[in-house]
């Protein structure tokens, strides 16, 4: 058994900030790994470089894996790539979505690919692309106990940590909730600072009380690298992708008939970021200081 696992075809969809990282660990443990270009062509030039073989379509690359991972922007491009790929899906075949996507919709996927035979995982990620690069993500999986066991070795050539939660949908709907915690203190650290400039509490003195105290944590340091620091990349998660969480995590909370007022005041940060001209490819989770500040009637800046 763990042999024919070792021997598992993987094909990846979507190398780019996270997922060439997944992938070019995946090749380093000795996998077959089969990628499709699709914006990035310099992160597919390079796993091809490393022993990669690149599919030219969908269909193709369903047929060349056991195993296919995809890393999307959300669950309107996993549905569009999942039915470009089941023409071609052999029988047996998983596809694990590294996404953060609508479990509704997971949920909706998995029983059309169980109806082909076929299998889906959740496997949403937590952490940076430098963790990505060094094979030490977290993820926590939906899956069915005997898709779990096959898939957890390829797992853990990305993923330093791995939560399996239960069946199918149950990994997205526990990273929308470690969403509407991160994303929740992004709203509140950058009203916070805007609140403290307006009173005349620069970002400086704002950060000599908190970090160190037992309201610092990993979040902080990485948002405060752009607000301290104006390091802009410092977490590489787009305020639209984050805006995206926020209003999945309202869905689920609207299925499970459960008052989510907190959570509909940090997706209306983020949706009022986005609409303020937050909305680009570079536009970052902490660059959130930036458009509260503006809301305020505050210029970007620490005083």
């Known amino acids: 058994m763990e042999n024919e696992m070792t021997n598992e075809n993987i094909g990846f969809i979507g190398v780019g900030l996270m997922g060439h990282g997944m992938a070019k660990n995946i090749l380093a443990a000795g996998h077959t790994v089969t990628v499709i270009a699709y914006r990035n062509r310099a992160s597919v030039d390079d796993l091809v470089a490393q022993g990669a073989t690149e599919a030219t379509d969908l269909a193709a690359l369903a047929q060349a894996s056991d195993v296919i991972h995809i890393c999307a922007p959300g669950s309107p491009q996993v549905e569009g790539i999942i039915a470009g790929l089941v023409p071609g899906l052999r029988k047996g075949s998983v596809i694990v979505d590294c996404s953060t996507s609508d479990p509704a919709s997971t949920e909706k996927l998995a029983a059309i690919l169980e109806g082909q035979g076929c299998h889906l995982a ?16 977290s993820t926590m999986v939906g899956a069915s106990d005997d898709i779990f066991a096959r898939i957890k070795p390829v797992i853990d050539c990305w993923a330093a940590s791995v939560v399996h939660l239960g069946p199918t949908g149950m990994g997205h709907k526990m990273k929308l909730l470690n969403n509407f915690l991160s994303m929740g ?11 403290g400039r307006k009173v005349g509490i620069s970002v400086d ?29 410092a977490h590489k998660f787009t ?6 969480d926020t209003r999945y995590l309202a869905n689920m909370a609207d299925g499970a008939s459960i008052a989510n007022p907190v959570g509909t005041a940090i997706k209306n940060t983020f949706a009022a970021a986005v609409n ?17 500040a503006k809301m305020n009637g505050l210029p970007p800046g620490k005083d």
Do not use: W
């Open 122 to 137: 959740d496997a949403p990620l937590g952490g940076t692309p430098v963790q990505a690069e060094a094979g030490a993500l």
């Open 185 to 195: 203190y992004a709203a509140m650290y950058a009203e916070a600072m805007a609140l």
């Open 205 to 233: 003195q704002f950060d000599s009380v908190i970090r160190g105290s037992r309201m610092d944590c990993g979040f902080y340091q990485t948002f405060m690298g752009y607000a301290l620091e104006g390091n802009t990349e």
């Open 239 to 244: 305020l639209t992708n984050a805006y995206k």
């Open 276 to 292: 303020m001209g937050g909305d680009g490819a570079e536009d970052y989770v902490p660059h959130l200081v930036d458009y509260v």
